[in-house]
């Protein structure tokens, strides 16, 4: 569970390898893939790999399975998801997710 502060943000926003805004298209026990992503930062990644998160697969582990749940219960949302890229090709490995909104917090973190 991750606090909307603009220092908490931005402190994930430096230690991702990638940064999105997605909608959810499928929610399974560990994995959710998104649709509609607008990157707001990415790796220096191939094209492959920057199409591949346009659409991206987010595996969780079993620890994170409560992210899965509380997307399954607002899943028209859109959500902010920071995270690292994973092993396999297409898969990232999300280490902050929060609902996207107006919020102060959000806007003071651009």
């Known amino acids: 569970d991750q606090h909307l502060t603009a220092e ?3 402190d994930n926003f430096c230690r991702a390898d990638f940064v999105v805004k997605v909608r959810i298209a499928k929610i399974r026990p560990r994995r959710i893939v998104g649709k509609k992503a607008r990157v707001f930062r990415a790796w220096k990644a191939t094209k492959e790999e920057l199409k591949s998160l346009r659409n991206p697969k987010f595996i969780f582990d079993s620890a ?8 399954r219960d ?16 297409g898969e990232f490995l999300p ?12 806007k003071r973190a651009r």
């Open 8 to 10: 908490n943000i931005l």
């Open 64 to 71: 994170q399975t409560c992210c899965t749940q509380r997307a």
């Open 74 to 89: 607002a899943k028209k949302k859109r959500y902010l998801v920071m995270g690292k890229k994973g092993n396999g090709s």
């Open 95 to 106: 280490t902050f997710m929060v609902p996207w909104s107006k919020s102060k917090e959000l």
